[in-house]
């Protein structure tokens, strides 16, 4: 078995105030039938539930959990490639609100409907300048491990990632442009071969303000079916 892995990125920013989706057209190199498109979404102000669209059969990612501090919330959504690899995503949500989001390709996912192994439980606060959102244990070996914050306004800047948790890495840092009404996000991984508890990502810092985070993991492949060999 080998652990699933981030094989491209890309950032989307809806900087309007009068605006309730965001059509985007995909950058994420060779997309193959059977990666996993991965997008995270941080959504300013009191707008809500986000869902995506992308232009193949089935059309509609599968939300994995919304996570409301009441100015800004953070939520996950997937989709498996099919036999012709999508070209777009459009975005919508409940509200004319400043959102920004990053895309991931990923390769290498279980085949099969259930790729999520575990979901932490979401994470907010009304004012803090770190985010340590859980790690549940994994219940599988070889999984990915995804946690993202989303922050209030243009608190967030290139300096901003991960800060602590052993193993974890920053994925992608991405500030708003959208001053007091605009949304950043930073977005970490690890690689968990063993079944357990991995480390907590710790997210910071910047300017205090309110935050949303949760974690993911991904599952891989089960392993080959092995021969056995009798001897008598």
């Known amino acids: 078995m080998t652990i699933p892995v981030v094989e491209a990125t890309q950032v989307f920013n809806v900087t309007s105030n009068a605006t309730s989706t965001g059509a985007i057209t995909l950058s994420l190199g060779t997309i193959a039938t059977d990666d996993i498109i991965l997008a995270i979404i941080a959504l300013d102000g009191t707008g809500g539930n986000p869902t995506g669209v992308i232009n193949q059969s089935p059309t509609t990612m599968t939300a994995l959990q919304n996570t409301d501090e009441g100015n800004v919330e953070i939520e996950m959504l997937w989709i498996r490639v099919g036999a012709t690899p999508p070209t777009t995503l459009t975005l919508s949500w409940t509200g004319a609100e400043q959102c920004r989001v990053m ?64 193993g974890w890495s920053t994925l992608g840092t991405s500030g708003s442009s959208g001053g007091a009404n605009g949304a950043g996000l930073v977005v970490g991984e690890l690689d968990q071969a063993a079944i357990g508890n991995p480390a907590d990502p710790g997210f910071g810092t910047w ?9 993911i993991n991904i599952k891989s492949p089960p392993p080959a079916t092995r021969s056995q060999v009798f001897i008598s």
């Open 103 to 166: 895309i991931m390709r990923i390769s290498g996912a279980l085949k099969g409907a259930d790729i999520i192994d575990t979901i932490g439980t979401g994470l907010t606060n009304g004012a803090t300048t770190t985010a340590t959102p859980v790690s549940d244990a994994s219940t599988e070996i070889d999984t990915l491990y995804i946690g993202a914050v989303a922050v209030d306004r243009d608190r967030v800047d290139s300096g901003d990632g991960i800060i602590s948790g052993t």
């Open 207 to 215: 300017a205090s303000d309110q935050i949303a985070a949760y974690v």
